[in-house]
């Protein structure tokens, strides 16, 4: 009876609910984690997904976002590349009356009607917790400690909050300096290539590398001991997401400690689409559920890491 009930609420002749995914694309071990992770869920729930790789473009999911339209999908989700730049094409998607779900990055709009619900982590509190981790490991210590910060996609989210984050931490402790920030847009060959330039500019007086994710951090790994210094002794490395490619290099001594992010944001999504579709009220912000990750910890915890 139930299947009888949502059938009715949706335009289309299936009786399955369509939901139409915008993703940012395939930059990082996160990124393709998630993918899967909406993939999979999609089809447990019997859900008919359309899904667009946006290459990391915004122009693209525009794109992808009015092709949604177009076909006259039940629910629209999407993870926005960066923060600004959506209210005409979500003010498309209202005049068709589709409802529209942000999974993973916040936007900024004037307009909170323009989307319906947004699912995903607190990136600020993360870059807190990366501040915290450092005032921690560096209690007692005397400064300066210079930190050089690989940012994510310059404009996105994650990458001003988990910046913010940890300016909010360290801004009244003198001993912490920001010696370099630049972006290294979530990749590892990115990470790597700042990093080179930032070793050329900086060498030994960088003390700790503060990387938006774990890829740029591995990244920069690489190029730190191409450089001849030991990644995690030499230079202390933090990082974000707690992948398994950042549990591997914790493991390996190189990474002292990831802020967990998680990608795992299917199931959520698939069960808020339904509701949606039905008419059904969901909660404006579900903050995604995260711990932090140090070095000493990681062994013990890699064995059920799910990404
Ligand atoms: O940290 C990074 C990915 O938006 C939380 O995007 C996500 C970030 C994640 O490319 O690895």
Redesign the pocket.
Known sequence: AAGVMLCSTFSHASDKLVLGFAQ??A?????TA?TESIKSSAKEAGVDLKFSDAQQKQENQIKAIRSYIAQKVDVIAF?PVVESGWEPVLREAKAAKIPVILT??AIKVSDDSLYTAFI??D?LEEGRRGGRWLEDHYKGAQGPINIAELQ??VG???AID?HNGLMEVIKNDDRFKILASQSGD??RAGGKQVMEAMLKSYGKQIQVVYS?????AIGAIQAIEEAGLKPGKDIIIVS??A?KGGFQAMMAGKMNVSVE?S?LLGPQLMETAKLVAAGKPVPKRIVTKETVFPMETAAAAFPSRKY
Do not use: I, K, L, Q
């Open positions: 940012v694309g930059e990082s071990e996160w990124r998630n993870s993973d990055r995903g982590s990136f994510g996609t996105s989210a994650p988990r979530f990749t938006h994710n774990d890829d740029m974000f997401d992948t992010c990608p």
